[in-house]
Protein backbone atom coordinates (compact mmCIF):
# COMPACT_ATOMS: atom_id res chain seq x y z
CA UNK A 1 0.00 0.00 0.00
CA UNK A 2 1.45 3.48 -1.08
CA UNK A 3 1.97 5.82 1.76
CA UNK A 4 0.19 8.98 1.61
CA UNK A 5 3.12 11.25 1.06
CA UNK A 6 4.53 9.46 -1.43
CA UNK A 7 0.56 10.23 -3.25
CA UNK A 8 1.26 13.48 -3.02
CA UNK A 9 3.99 13.62 -4.43
CA UNK A 10 3.37 12.00 -7.67
CA UNK A 11 0.29 14.35 -7.89
CA UNK A 12 2.23 16.66 -7.68
CA UNK A 13 4.82 15.72 -10.20
CA UNK A 14 1.97 14.87 -12.54
CA UNK A 15 0.27 18.60 -12.63
CA UNK A 16 3.79 19.95 -13.41
CA UNK A 17 3.22 23.66 -12.98
CA UNK A 18 0.03 23.67 -11.25
CA UNK A 19 0.51 22.07 -8.04
CA UNK A 20 3.11 24.40 -6.29
CA UNK A 21 4.19 27.84 -5.91
CA UNK A 22 7.40 29.27 -5.70
CA UNK A 23 9.23 26.41 -4.12
CA UNK A 24 12.87 25.86 -5.55
CA UNK A 25 13.06 23.39 -8.50
CA UNK A 26 9.07 22.87 -8.59
CA UNK A 27 6.53 24.75 -11.43
CA UNK A 28 5.04 27.88 -10.43
CA UNK A 29 1.41 28.03 -10.71
CA UNK A 30 -0.08 28.91 -14.31
CA UNK A 31 -2.43 31.08 -12.79
CA UNK A 32 -5.78 31.64 -14.83
CA UNK A 33 -5.04 33.60 -18.54
CA UNK A 34 -7.77 34.80 -19.87
CA UNK A 35 -8.57 33.88 -23.48
CA UNK A 36 -9.13 38.05 -25.07
CA UNK A 37 -10.74 38.59 -28.14
CA UNK A 38 -7.91 39.50 -30.91
CA UNK A 39 -8.06 41.97 -33.70
CA UNK A 40 -7.97 40.83 -37.22
CA UNK A 41 -4.65 41.90 -38.07
CA UNK A 42 -2.88 40.77 -34.63
CA UNK A 43 -4.60 37.15 -34.84
CA UNK A 44 -3.18 37.04 -38.73
CA UNK A 45 0.58 38.36 -37.50
CA UNK A 46 0.76 35.90 -34.17
CA UNK A 47 -0.53 32.77 -36.92
CA UNK A 48 2.28 34.04 -39.69
CA UNK A 49 4.45 33.66 -36.51
CA UNK A 50 3.69 30.46 -35.62
CA UNK A 51 3.24 29.13 -39.24
CA UNK A 52 6.76 30.35 -40.20
CA UNK A 53 9.20 27.34 -40.45
CA UNK A 54 12.33 27.96 -38.33
CA UNK A 55 15.98 26.95 -40.18
CA UNK A 56 17.26 23.49 -38.26
CA UNK A 57 20.66 25.61 -37.34
CA UNK A 58 20.34 29.17 -36.70
CA UNK A 59 22.62 31.78 -39.03
CA UNK A 60 24.91 34.58 -37.85
CA UNK A 61 26.54 37.46 -39.48
CA UNK A 62 30.21 37.24 -38.00
CA UNK A 63 32.30 34.61 -36.96
CA UNK A 64 32.57 36.67 -33.67
CA UNK A 65 28.62 36.11 -33.17
CA UNK A 66 28.93 32.49 -34.28
CA UNK A 67 31.62 32.37 -31.37
CA UNK A 68 29.48 34.36 -29.16
CA UNK A 69 26.74 32.25 -29.45
CA UNK A 70 28.70 28.80 -28.89
CA UNK A 71 30.18 30.38 -25.45
CA UNK A 72 26.66 31.22 -24.57
CA UNK A 73 25.18 27.52 -25.37
CA UNK A 74 28.35 26.23 -23.21
CA UNK A 75 27.67 27.54 -20.44
CA UNK A 76 23.87 27.54 -20.39
CA UNK A 77 24.40 23.53 -21.12
CA UNK A 78 26.44 23.50 -17.65
CA UNK A 79 23.60 25.18 -15.66
CA UNK A 80 21.02 23.08 -17.13
CA UNK A 81 22.92 19.42 -16.58
CA UNK A 82 20.50 18.64 -13.08
CA UNK A 83 17.23 19.50 -15.30
CA UNK A 84 18.48 17.89 -18.15
CA UNK A 85 21.00 15.07 -17.82
CA UNK A 86 21.01 13.79 -21.45
CA UNK A 87 23.59 16.13 -23.16
CA UNK A 88 22.12 15.92 -27.13
CA UNK A 89 18.36 16.45 -25.75
CA UNK A 90 20.08 19.27 -23.50
CA UNK A 91 21.40 21.09 -26.46
CA UNK A 92 18.50 20.87 -28.34
CA UNK A 93 16.47 22.57 -25.93
CA UNK A 94 18.75 25.45 -25.90
CA UNK A 95 19.05 25.54 -29.07
CA UNK A 96 15.56 26.07 -29.63
CA UNK A 97 15.12 28.29 -26.63
CA UNK A 98 17.65 30.39 -28.29
CA UNK A 99 16.23 30.15 -31.93
CA UNK A 100 13.04 31.04 -30.92
CA UNK A 101 13.57 33.80 -28.04
CA UNK A 102 15.73 35.77 -30.36
CA UNK A 103 13.23 35.81 -33.54
CA UNK A 104 10.72 36.72 -31.33
CA UNK A 105 12.80 40.10 -30.17
CA UNK A 106 13.25 38.25 -26.35
CA UNK A 107 16.37 38.05 -24.29
CA UNK A 108 16.91 34.02 -23.98
CA UNK A 109 17.44 34.86 -20.17
CA UNK A 110 14.23 35.90 -19.67
CA UNK A 111 12.51 33.44 -21.51
CA UNK A 112 14.67 30.51 -19.61
CA UNK A 113 13.65 31.77 -16.47
CA UNK A 114 9.92 31.83 -17.29
CA UNK A 115 10.28 27.86 -18.35
CA UNK A 116 12.14 27.44 -14.85
CA UNK A 117 8.91 29.11 -13.13
CA UNK A 118 5.96 27.87 -15.12
CA UNK A 119 7.68 24.15 -15.83
CA UNK A 120 10.84 23.38 -14.21
CA UNK A 121 11.77 22.79 -17.73
CA UNK A 122 9.25 19.40 -18.32
CA UNK A 123 8.28 19.19 -21.46
CA UNK A 124 4.96 17.31 -20.64
CA UNK A 125 3.99 19.80 -17.29
CA UNK A 126 0.29 20.09 -17.38
CA UNK A 127 -1.15 22.73 -14.91
CA UNK A 128 -4.28 22.62 -12.78
CA UNK A 129 -5.57 25.19 -15.63
CA UNK A 130 -4.72 22.97 -18.38
CA UNK A 131 -1.64 25.17 -19.35
CA UNK A 132 0.88 23.08 -21.46
CA UNK A 133 4.55 22.22 -21.83
CA UNK A 134 7.83 24.02 -20.95
CA UNK A 135 6.18 27.53 -21.48
CA UNK A 136 2.95 26.84 -20.04
CA UNK A 137 0.90 27.60 -23.13
CA UNK A 138 -3.04 27.41 -22.95
CA UNK A 139 -4.75 25.47 -24.90
CA UNK A 140 -7.20 28.04 -26.61
CA UNK A 141 -3.96 29.26 -28.15
CA UNK A 142 -4.11 26.45 -30.73
CA UNK A 143 -7.30 26.81 -32.05
CA UNK A 144 -6.65 30.77 -32.23
CA UNK A 145 -3.58 31.45 -34.03
CA UNK A 146 -2.34 27.47 -35.04
CA UNK A 147 -3.93 24.25 -36.63
CA UNK A 148 -6.45 23.75 -33.74
CA UNK A 149 -4.74 20.91 -32.40
CA UNK A 150 -3.73 21.35 -28.63
CA UNK A 151 -1.84 17.90 -28.28
CA UNK A 152 0.87 20.17 -30.64
CA UNK A 153 1.63 22.09 -27.22
CA UNK A 154 3.71 19.17 -26.13
CA UNK A 155 6.20 19.71 -29.17
CA UNK A 156 9.16 21.03 -28.06
CA UNK A 157 9.72 23.93 -30.71
CA UNK A 158 6.40 24.27 -30.68
CA UNK A 159 5.53 25.09 -27.22
CA UNK A 160 8.64 27.60 -26.98
CA UNK A 161 7.43 28.91 -30.57
CA UNK A 162 4.11 29.57 -29.20
CA UNK A 163 5.23 30.98 -25.48
CA UNK A 164 7.96 33.68 -27.42
CA UNK A 165 5.42 34.80 -29.92
CA UNK A 166 2.21 35.01 -27.22
CA UNK A 167 4.95 36.75 -24.59
CA UNK A 168 6.00 39.30 -27.63
CA UNK A 169 2.24 39.74 -28.17
CA UNK A 170 1.64 40.71 -24.24
CA UNK A 171 4.95 42.86 -24.62
CA UNK A 172 3.91 44.76 -27.36
CA UNK A 173 0.26 44.91 -26.01
CA UNK A 174 1.94 46.32 -22.73
CA UNK A 175 4.05 48.97 -24.07
CA UNK A 176 7.59 47.09 -23.63
CA UNK A 177 6.51 47.23 -19.55
CA UNK A 178 7.65 43.79 -18.88
CA UNK A 179 6.21 43.71 -14.98
CA UNK A 180 2.44 44.00 -16.71
CA UNK A 181 3.55 41.43 -19.59
CA UNK A 182 4.64 38.72 -17.60
CA UNK A 183 1.40 39.05 -15.13
CA UNK A 184 -0.53 39.10 -18.28
CA UNK A 185 1.25 36.14 -19.55
CA UNK A 186 0.84 34.43 -16.08
CA UNK A 187 -2.81 35.56 -15.74
CA UNK A 188 -2.43 37.30 -12.70
CA UNK A 189 -1.99 41.28 -14.69
CA UNK A 190 -0.78 43.57 -11.89
CA UNK A 191 0.35 41.43 -9.21
CA UNK A 192 3.71 41.21 -8.03
CA UNK A 193 4.35 37.73 -6.95
CA UNK A 194 4.97 36.00 -10.79
CA UNK A 195 6.85 39.04 -12.10
CA UNK A 196 9.31 38.65 -9.22
CA UNK A 197 9.33 34.77 -9.39
CA UNK A 198 10.54 35.12 -13.40
CA UNK A 199 13.05 37.99 -12.58
CA UNK A 200 14.57 36.11 -9.92
CA UNK A 201 14.93 32.90 -12.49
CA UNK A 202 15.92 35.00 -15.16
CA UNK A 203 19.23 36.17 -12.97
CA UNK A 204 20.86 32.73 -13.16
CA UNK A 205 20.57 32.84 -16.61
CA UNK A 206 22.00 35.68 -18.03
CA UNK A 207 25.46 35.66 -19.45
CA UNK A 208 28.03 37.90 -20.68
CA UNK A 209 30.30 36.17 -23.12
CA UNK A 210 33.85 36.23 -22.36
CA UNK A 211 36.25 37.99 -25.13
CA UNK A 212 37.79 35.39 -27.67
CA UNK A 213 41.17 34.19 -26.73
Not at 52 to 62: D, L, R
Not at 132 to 143: K, L, T
Request: glycine fraction near 8%.
Amino acid sequence: MKRPGMLRRRACLALGAGALWGLPGVGARAGTQAEEPLANAVRSAMSAAIAAEAPPQPSFPTVEARLAYLRWLGAMSERLQRQKTERRTRLEFLEATWYESTRAGLEPALVLGLIQVESAFRKYAISSAGARGYMQVMPFWSRLIGDGDPSQLFHMQTNLRFGCVILRHYLDRERGDLFLALGRYNGSRGRAEYPNAVFAARRRWQFTASPAA
